[in-house]
Structures are given as C-alpha cells and as structure tokens.
C-alpha cells in the first residue's frame, strides 16, 4: 500500500466553482500534515499547513480526519490560476516526507 | 524568488558521463533535501542533510553521491547514471529537520530535468 494516495484527476471544473478533494495516509503515526501546489514544469510550493482543528485560508480550506486517515482540500470561488497539481505531504516523527503523486485540478473560463 | 537555486537547470548526459548538480539556500537554514520526481509519480526523498551531516540515505544507488561542504550548499555527484534515472532532480531546504510535528516549510529550488541518454 502507498503510503499517501491521491485521486489524480483531473479535476476539470468551471470558474467560481468549488472543487474538493481528498488523500489518504497509511502510516498512523503521521504527525504533519501540508498541501502544497505545483504548476506545470515548476517546483512545488507550501499552499498550506493542515491542523487537528481544520484551518482556512482565504478560499482555501483543509481538514484532517484521523481517525479515517485523511486529510482534504477544498477550493471555493475557484479562478483560472487554481489550475495545478496539488501534492499532500505527510511527515513522520523520523523526519521522513511522504509525498502524493498530486491531483490536477484544471479552471476552466 | 523561493532563496534556493539550483544549477543547471537542464543536463543532458550520457550513461558514462560524470557530472554534478550544484543547490544552493540564501535562508539561513539547517536541513537540506535531495528529492527525485519521475513523471506522475511521488517525489522520492533521496538525502537529508543536517546541519552538514547526511541524517537520512532513502536506498538510493551508489551511482548518485551527495555532498554537503556547508550548511547554504549541496551537491549531488553522478556517475554511469542509467536511462531510468532521468527525473527532475529537486533540492529543498527548512529551518530544520521536519517531522515530529514540525510545521517547518520546505522551500524547493526550481529543479534540474536530467536526460541519460
């Protein structure tokens, strides 16, 4: 089993739409939880971290269900530069980073 | 400007070439990271470096070999690379080690896109 799993995708949505998506995590013991963004033939870079509580950044929202081993993005009022690969990271206490593959989420006008 | 620059960004070899891949950090931190990312696949972590000491050694074959002269530079040396190693090659860095619920950043330098011919 992988250790973190994605939907690839794509996800092909319309402007000011809201897309959501999840990936899961094997390893229980995980302890820190980040989504970041990718845009094509570009390195990736932190969109942002995911907390117990849940946490929100402007039309971004991420959430991390435990006990389900979980953790998602949603995006609202999607725009045209949403359009990238969203990679979920996941750390251990041994300072190891598991990446997603990513899911692709493309805005169309 | 992410701070961390890598060089070249494009390198084509062929398998009994020797060359090396320079990253470099203007931030000030401790950690830096090796990671390989093939098409549609995860990033693979490769190296973790502490503080100029190598922490962490993912299985990666001997063909690629890290270097660590301070803690603003690394280095990945390669040799008699394979076909199959043509990646995008990306280095990262962090305050410190991630991990233990560290919500540390990992900033990524801009990547080199290696082909072994």
């Known amino acids: 089993r992988k250790e973190v799993e994605q939907d690839p995708g794509p996800f092909n949505v319309p402007e000011g739409a809201t897309v959501a998506f999840n990936c899961t995590y094997s390893n229980s013991a995980s302890q820190s939880f980040f989504w970041y963004r990718q845009d094509c033939r570009k390195e990736p870079k932190l969109l942002m971290s995911?907390?117990?509580s849940g946490n929100e950044d402007g039309r971004f929202t991420a959430q991390l269900n435990r006990a389900s081993q979980y953790i998602s993005l949603l995006i609202r009022d999607s725009k045209l530069s949403d359009s990238a690969t969203y990679l979920c990271?996941?750390?251990?206490?041994?300072?190891?980073?598991?990446f997603g593959a990513g899911t692709t989420v493309t805005v169309r006008a | 400007e992410t701070g961390v620059t890598q060089t070249p960004r494009h390198l084509v070899m062929g398998m009994t070439n020797k060359k090396s891949l320079k990253c470099e950090q203007h931030?000030?931190?401790?950690?830096m990271y090796w990671y390989k990312q093939s098409a549609k696949k995860p990033l693979e972590l490769m190296f973790v470096y502490s503080l100029e000491e190598r922490v962490e050694n993912n299985s990666v074959p001997s063909r690629f070999s890290p270097e660590c002269p301070n803690s603003s530079h690394l280095f990945l040396h390669l040799h008699t690379l394979q076909p199959e190693d043509s990646a995008l090659y990306l280095c990262?860095?962090?305050?410190?080690?991630?991990?233990?619920?560290?919500?540390?950043?990992?900033?990524f330098g801009p990547g080199t896109r290696l082909t072994v011919l």
């Open positions: 931030l000030g931190h401790n950690a």
């Open positions: 990262a860095s962090s305050p410190g080690l991630q991990g233990g619920g560290s919500t540390d950043t990992q900033y």
């Open positions: 995911v907390y117990s």
């Open positions: 990271v996941v750390t251990t206490n041994d300072y190891k980073l598991s």
